[in-house]
């Protein structure tokens, strides 16, 4: 990372020898949705999907031989790989949407970077989507979530980049295992036997097998795609509702801390700041929208029914999952107010670190909140007096002055990138509100929708929300990339 | 500050002298009124005046010589003197109002409240306030300002504080002059001498005598009281406009830098961070607020008459003044969007450091951006690179540790203060984008209007202003104050 703009040969190579790698295993998991294809006799949409494996194999193939690997990959080239792999397994992933005839390519771009961000802003009219092209977005959704846990978990996680460098600051191991192979592995296992059991928990709760599979994937994934526009709504069934909830809280949890309870190491949980952090937005959170709902009489003049759209609502913002059972035209008008306020506050404060949720992250807010306490402090203790600066965060972690001012870099440039794309969307649409709002929910990988992102939407507009979803993925390091490219070219003249 | 909870007789004895003499000097300024009265055969309003200085004077008498101060204030006494004088220097100057039976004592204390504390809001309907009491409010604004001036260039700047600590830092001189006595005389004269210019142009303008005082008065302490419920829209007249916007760029700027620029030295005016941040904001803001008034055809489809409205409602935002050309109840409807957006972020920043203005203050804008655009800088160069961490501002100043956190801080402290008062206020209005203006203005000491808060607005709405009139002002002061107290009692357990 100290020079940016030297890119080294052998650094190019390997980072083309990386993307061919995703190339290569696009290609193979875009076989899968041929398979749903032939049990519900949607033959026509076979062919897209071989053509688009075919494509993506033989790119792949070429530029994973052709670009030998001779070393290990440096940080510095894993940092920019992660950074464009996002870009280019959409564009390739967005090829069955397209050559099924079903969107534009710009469309089909959108809705496959969408999946893989896990946001859930869909560019399909779900009355009218195939059970096969279904299953591929929610397919691409799952993928992402897997692919963004490994990433958040290593890549992301090393010193110099971000905030998560604490994994590795104070000399604890900054992974689940020593190495990138052995982290997937475990976190894949985890996944694998918790998309298992949603599977099962929806089945139960009374959803259909192709329903169970498909909202599997997308709540456990935090990706918030649905069959319907209505979403989860259609099924009218509490049982359903609650199980989603308790998936997208699964998902929006720290995997490294998933890993640790299913040890056997219950207590961890409870001592974990993120999970007091999360507890009592959801908790508070809940509250005050079912208050407002309930004096709006949104959902009638009852209280029960004021909180179950509100609990469900609040989860859905806080683990930026996007599943919703409130219909989006009505959050924009009946919403409106304080309920728009809450869960657009939520949204940008987002889900759990190293989970497959989106946002400034609990973790980050919960080191904000005690840095300011400890400010605070030793603002108006004595000098003398000691302050412990620790929080609980799978381990202990000792919280330093860098760790703070990186945190506080991080939100301030999610905040100036959310003004702008405000501003930005401003020109297109004037409900002030709604705009927060569905900006805060691009920005953070959400996907709540209120009727203003369509696939009518100005070019302009979904490309902010394209870039939104890519920033708010990768945690603001394309920014500090191209930071680092313009710090260097002031110094290097 | 360092045990607050421990407040010596002493100490407790010279807040209340200190409080006598105040309340002496409101009590002989309650005099002026009555000329006006005279002047305008308003007999009627002649004895409220004489009894509320009557109440003051001996209130003052009796405090200030019963509890004799038998030292120096401390600075701690000091902080606490401060806070609560605007309470009750309000109570005060409310009756007037009261006594005179325009308004209850409510709205009366509110009116006082927003007088001193410079921010515009009022409760009187204005198309049937008399001469006498428009000049009371006028002067309170006035009176308000000055004090504003003092406090932030005495008391607020010490160190330990908050920002302000700059000044005494890095052990340059901490005031324009050594005490608060000599600082305070500086000022005045600065402050007298611009309210005579301005009370000269706005009568060059076009404005009646009684008008030019008023408005010179409400617009060089970036007060924003108005004669007419349309503000200053009713002259038509864009030389009042350009002067208004003059004056107001003149109260919301750094009195330090304008003693400094009187003594001849006009490059620090240029060289200066904050000059450098608020014209960046007023041309950026009037720029994309004009392209927005244009587009909606808000003021006719025509670009010099957006470029009007515009630059001035701009202007009134980032001076945080409050006299508005846009009608109210307009900024609500066809403001709302883009409009409503770029005013609300303006107010939030606010004016100038030690100025008459609110907000979070250009200064510490300043700072933060620098801040982290070292930050980035570091974390991207070579460890082994220097990187010059100076500002300038009256003076180089340079940027430690310390005042970055403490910067981070009061901006931390200053979002959480606007959200809770949002939320609370949103249960009582459900229009999201006029409370965000709305609260911002009251926060910042702007009082430019919407329509929401009106004399008839429910009693907690008016409270919830009041206290974000008072913790604006005092630059979150009251709020690190009752942290401190809730730290000491930590501690003592
Ligand atoms: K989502
Ligand atoms: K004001």
Chains 1, 2 share one sequence.
């Not at 397994?89 to 050559?99: C, D, Q």
């Not at 897997?146 to 000399?171: C, D, F, H, K, Q």
């Not at 976190?187 to 918790?194: A, E, F, S």
Request: proline share 2%.
């Amino acid at each position: 990372m100290r020079s940016v703009h030297k890119l080294k040969k052998i650094e190019l190579y390997s980072i083309i020898h990386y993307t061919g790698y995703i190339c290569i295993l696009l290609g193979l998991v875009m076989l899968v949705p041929i398979i749903v294809a032939l049990i519900y006799g949607e033959y026509k949409f076979i062919t897209p999907f071989i053509y688009s494996s075919i494509v993506s194999l033989v790119i792949g193939i070429l530029l994973f031989k052709k670009f030998n690997n001779k070393k290990e990959i440096s940080l510095k080239s894993a940092m920019i790989f992660v950074t464009l792999i996002w870009l280019i397994g959409s564009a390739i992933a967005a090829l069955p949407y397209y050559l099924s005839g079903d969107l534009s390519y710009f469309n089909a771009f959108f809705e496959a970077m969408s999946g893989f961000t896990t946001t859930g802003f869909s560019m399909y009219n779900l009355d009218h989507a195939s059970f096969t092209m279904n299953f591929w977005r929610a397919f691409t959704q799952w993928l992402g979530g897997i692919g963004i846990i490994v990433m958040a978990l290593t890549v992301l996680s090393s010193p110099g980049v971000n905030i998560m460098r604490m994994y590795s600051a104070e000399g604890r191991e900054e992974r689940l295992a020593p190495s990138i192979r052995h982290t997937s592995r475990i976190i894949l296992y985890i996944y694998l036997l918790y998309t298992a059991i949603s599977i099962i928990l929806f089945k139960l709760a009374g959803m259909p097998v192709f329903d169970s599979i498909f909202y599997a994937f997308t709540a456990l994934s935090t990706g918030g795609f649905a069959l319907e526009n209505a979403s989860i709504s259609i099924y009218h069934n509490i049982w359903i509702e609650l199980v989603a909830m308790i998936v997208m809280i699964l998902g929006a949890t720290n995997f490294a801390l998933h890993y640790t309870l299913l040890k056997g190491n219950w207590r961890e949980y409870f001592k974990d700041i993120e999970s007091k952090v999360s507890w009592i937005l959801l908790i508070g959170g809940t509250l005050l929208v079912a208050l407002f709902l309930y004096n709006g009489s949104v959902y009638g003049h009852d209280i029960f029914t004021s909180l179950r759209y509100s609990a469900f609502q609040v989860v859905t913002a806080l683990t930026t999952s996007g599943l919703q059972t409130a219909n989006p035209s009505d959050i924009s008008v009946q919403w409106d107010g304080l309920g728009i306020f809450i869960l657009t506050l939520l949204m940008i404060i987002g889900a759990g670190a190293c989970s497959t949720g989106g946002g400034i992250k609990w973790l980050r807010i919960g080191i904000l909140v005690k840095g300011m306490w400890w400010e605070i402090k030793s603002l108006l203790l004595p000098q003398s007096a000691v302050i412990s600066r620790k929080i609980h965060h799978v381990g202990d972690i000792k919280i330093n002055e860098n760790l703070l001012r990186l945190t506080g870099l991080f939100v301030f440039s999610y905040i100036v990138v959310y003004i702008i794309s405000v501003i930005i969307v401003l020109f297109y649409y004037q409900n002030l509100s709604q705009v927060l709002f569905e900006v805060a929910s691009g920005l953070s990988n959400v996907g709540l929708g209120s009727s203003l992102l369509t696939p009518s939407s100005p070019m302009v507009v979904k490309l902010v929300f394209m870039i939104d979803m890519w920033i708010g993925r990768l945690e603001i390091w394309p920014i500090l990339l191209l930071m680092a490219i313009a710090v260097q070219n002031t110094i290097r003249r």
